[in-house]
């Protein structure tokens, strides 16, 4: 049972274009979201998060929209660069028990064209 | 900041043998976590301490799999009798104790392939 979903493995844009990734979770409970970012070879790194109580959060060109009542959250990037394309993962922190632990998404990879 | 630390990256073994990781949390982290993650998948929770005190398994970690930090510091991940489904990445990360558990700091992980 998956409680975030990813339903787009991978996105290809045109460098200076606006990229969305998308994002959907079933659990009630998660109560912070975050994105992640991964280049090949590497761990994940940390890109942007919200809490449950806004609908909106900023950083340079990264902007994370939330929908609580969607169960829906995006990760915008304007403008898209080269150096963006990498898989980005959504993950969620639940408000209850096991706040310790993280869900992730599986991924979608982000192909920025020159 | 050295970052997290694992060791090896990469750790090719035989159905049945005992494989070992380490991971060097950023030192004055006090959180640590193991994730791992499949070809396609996203990281999946495995255990977490703080300081030297496991505080949480998840069931994905059967009795095969063992983590420890002994003095709050580095950890080792020992998986024994290895079978080919425990073929992952498998992830390190740490977070201070004064935040929450969501922004972590990953480690390169170790590639394991048991064939």
């Known amino acids: 049972d998956q409680q975030v979903k990813q339903n787009s493995p991978s996105l290809s844009v045109q460098e200076g274009r606006i990229s969305i990734l998308n994002c959907d979770y079933t659990?009630?409970?998660?109560?912070?979201f975050l994105w992640y970012k991964k280049y090949p070879a590497e761990g994940p790194t940390f890109l942007i998060s919200?809490?449950?109580?806004?609908d909106k959060n900023e950083d340079g060109r990264f902007t994370v929209f939330l929908n609580k009542s969607a169960k829906h959250l995006s990760l915008h990037i304007v403008p898209s660069q080269p150096g963006d394309s990498a898989v980005y993962f959504c993950?969620?922190?639940?408000?209850?028990?096991?706040?310790?632990?993280?869900?992730f998404g599986k991924g979608t990879k982000l192909s920025v064209i020159p | 900041d050295t970052g997290v630390s694992q060791d090896p990256r990469h750790k090719i073994t035989k159905r049945g043998q005992n494989v070992t990781f380490r991971c060097d949390p950023i030192?004055?982290?006090?959180?640590l976590y193991w994730y791992r993650q499949t070809l396609g998948q996203g990281p999946e929770f495995l255990t977490y301490f703080q300081n030297e005190a496991q505080l949480e398994k998840s069931r994905l970690l059967s009795d095969r799999f063992s983590a420890e930090r002994p003095k709050g510091s580095f950890s080792t991940l020992e998986i024994q009798r290895t079978e080919q489904g425990d073929s992952a990445m498998y992830l390190c990360a740490s977070s201070p104790i004064d935040r929450g558990h969501e922004k972590l700091f990953f480690g390169s992980g170790t590639q394991l392939s048991v064939l």
């Open positions: 993950a969620a922190r639940n408000s209850g028990a096991g706040s310790y632990q993280l869900t």
């Open positions: 030192s004055e982290h006090n959180r």
């Open positions: 919200i809490s449950s109580i806004k």
């Open positions: 659990n009630s409970m998660f109560d912070y």
